[in-house]
């Protein structure tokens, strides 16, 4: 049995939008409600040597080397960020004191060498991955109230292929560029986008991903087998899929854009995906009649022609069209009210409501073949 997942969404211009085009917006770490919602800490694991190799590599042979790689020793939780930052950088390599090593050194120096270090670093970070969210959870009054605007929303309902939310397959995608479009920068994405669930976890201080691995080879100093680099890449997926067990009541999964070296532009970032997905809208308790059916006039026009289209092969779902009550023990749940089967609205007190929302409900609905030929899957 295929499973549902939830979209949330406020009414704007831009929700109206997607719903016309079937677009998927994946947004960064930064466009999201929770500033640390995706991203990575990339901590560097305590090796003397490894800095040592770094800070070759970044300033040349010189004698502060040995003294900042030494320094840095000194502190247990450095991170990527902590070599970014400028302001705190000459505190890492050089110390507050000034002794008989770094007397030698006047503000100045330092700071350029805190700047040669904290660019050549830049160079070497992974942009953070995009992602859409969704929910499998419809029926959370809280997840209401932060993402569909107070219940002035709806919440669009899925039904997953596999685990997966496939491209629509007449604007399909398989690569991205990055943001300046370089042909020689381009990531590859897939056809089928896999629903990744997000793990729940209390607030941990350990397994951070070693920072060093994501610079050249010769700063790590000894070779990383194919198996441990997979390992490693993992660990920093599952890193980019945990939350704060606050948020478990959220059941959130994510469609992941996987970073590639360099940001890409929003345009980028905007896909479109398969319309035979989408199964049913839940309108919010205070969402307006004439909002309720601006988005069923879209739904029933969508609907149409996506039954009319002459491409194939494609799953022809009927639209089951919910309201989000409050049941008699002031839970939060949803009752249809319609469903909208090939463009047409069958309302639901009609002799041909219960067939199709028995066959809804059990995840049926029409599939025509490659060769046009018409069956029931599930």
Same mark, same amino acid.
């Given at each position: 049995?295929?499973?549902?997942?939830?979209?949330?969404?406020?009414?704007?211009?831009?929700?109206?939008?997607?719903?016309?085009?079937?677009?998927?917006?994946?947004?960064?770490?930064?466009?999201?409600?929770?500033?640390?919602?995706?991203?990575?800490?990339?901590?560097?694991?305590?090796?003397?040597?490894?800095?040592?190799?770094?800070?070759?590599?970044?300033?040349?042979?010189?004698?502060?080397?040995?003294?900042?790689?030494?320094?840095?020793?000194?502190?247990?939780?450095?991170?990527?960020?902590?070599?970014?930052?400028?302001?705190?950088?000459?505190?890492?390599?050089?110390?507050?004191?000034?002794?008989?090593?770094?007397?030698?050194?006047?503000?100045?120096?330092?700071?350029?060498?805190?700047?040669?270090?904290?660019?050549?670093?830049?160079?070497?970070?992974?942009?953070?991955?995009?992602?859409?969210?969704?929910?499998?959870?419809?029926?959370?009054?809280?997840?209401?109230?932060?993402?569909?605007?107070?219940?002035?929303?709806?919440?669009?309902?899925?039904?997953?292929?596999?685990?997966?939310?496939?491209?629509?397959?007449?604007?399909?995608?398989?690569?991205?560029?990055?943001?300046?479009? =370089?042909? +020689?920068?381009?990531?590859?994405? $897939?056809?089928?986008?896999?629903?990744?669930?997000? #793990?729940?976890?209390?607030? /941990? *201080?350990?397994?951070?991903?070693?920072?060093?691995?994501?610079?050249?080879?010769?700063?790590?100093?000894?070779?990383?087998?194919?198996?441990?680099?997979?390992?490693?890449?993992?660990?920093?997926?599952?890193?980019?899929?945990?939350?704060?067990?606050?948020?478990?009541?959220?059941?959130?999964?994510?469609?992941?854009?996987?970073?590639?070296?360099?940001?890409?532009?929003?345009?980028?970032?905007?896909?479109?995906?398969?319309?035979?997905?989408?199964?049913?809208?839940?309108?919010?308790?205070?969402?307006?009649?004439?909002?309720?059916?601006?988005?069923?006039?879209?739904?029933?026009?969508?609907?149409?022609?996506?039954?009319?289209?002459?491409?194939?092969?494609?799953?022809?779902?009927?639209?089951?069209?919910?309201?989000?009550?409050?049941? =008699?023990? +002031?839970?939060?749940?949803?009752? $249809?009210?319609?469903?909208?089967?090939?463009?047409? #609205?069958?309302?639901?007190? /009609? *002799?041909?409501?219960?067939?199709?929302?028995?066959?809804?409900?059990?995840?049926?609905?029409?599939?025509?073949?490659?060769?046009?030929?018409?069956?029931?899957?599930?």
């Amino acid at each position: 049995m295929q499973v549902k997942i939830y979209r949330y969404q406020s009414f704007t211009p831009y929700t109206v939008k997607g719903l016309l085009y079937d677009e998927l917006f994946f947004a960064y770490p930064e466009e999201l409600n929770d500033p640390i919602d995706g991203k990575v800490t990339f901590r560097f694991h305590h090796h003397e040597q490894r800095w040592v190799n770094l800070l070759t590599l970044a300033w040349g042979n010189i004698p502060e080397v040995q003294l900042a790689a030494k320094n840095l020793m000194t502190h247990s939780k450095i991170t990527i960020s902590d070599l970014i930052d400028t302001s705190l950088l000459p505190f890492f390599l050089f110390g507050i004191e000034r002794n008989d090593n770094s007397a030698t050194l006047n503000n100045h120096e330092k700071t350029n060498l805190s700047n040669k270090l904290s660019f050549y670093v830049s160079q070497w970070i992974r942009a953070d991955t995009a992602s859409v969210s969704f929910s499998y959870a419809g029926d959370n009054n809280l997840m209401w109230s932060h993402y569909a605007g107070k219940h002035e929303g709806f919440c669009l309902i899925f039904r997953d292929d596999k685990g997966h939310l496939n491209q629509c397959p007449m604007r399909k995608r398989d690569s991205v560029s990055r943001t300046h479009f =370089s042909r +020689n920068m381009q990531s590859k994405v $897939p056809l089928r986008l896999k629903f990744e669930e997000v #793990i729940y976890v209390p607030p /941990s *201080d350990t397994d951070y991903p070693d920072a060093f691995i994501l610079f050249p080879a010769m700063v790590y100093g000894e070779p990383i087998t194919e198996a441990a680099r997979t390992a490693y890449w993992e660990k920093v997926k599952r890193h980019q899929l945990t939350k704060n067990e606050n948020w478990a009541y959220e059941k959130e999964a994510r469609l992941i854009l996987h970073s590639s070296e360099h940001q890409i532009s929003p345009n980028q970032r905007l896909f479109h995906y398969n319309f035979g997905q989408l199964v049913g809208v839940i309108f919010g308790m205070r969402m307006s009649n004439s909002r309720r059916d601006q988005i069923t006039e879209i739904l029933c026009i969508k609907s149409e022609q996506h039954a009319r289209s002459s491409f194939k092969p494609k799953w022809l779902p009927d639209i089951i069209l919910n309201e989000a009550v409050f049941d =008699s023990n +002031n839970r939060m749940t949803f009752r $249809p009210t319609a469903a909208i089967t090939h463009g047409r #609205i069958i309302e639901r007190h /009609s *002799d041909k409501f219960d067939y199709i929302y028995k066959q809804w409900g059990e995840d049926k609905c029409l599939y025509i073949d490659e060769s046009g030929s018409i069956s029931t899957c599930s």
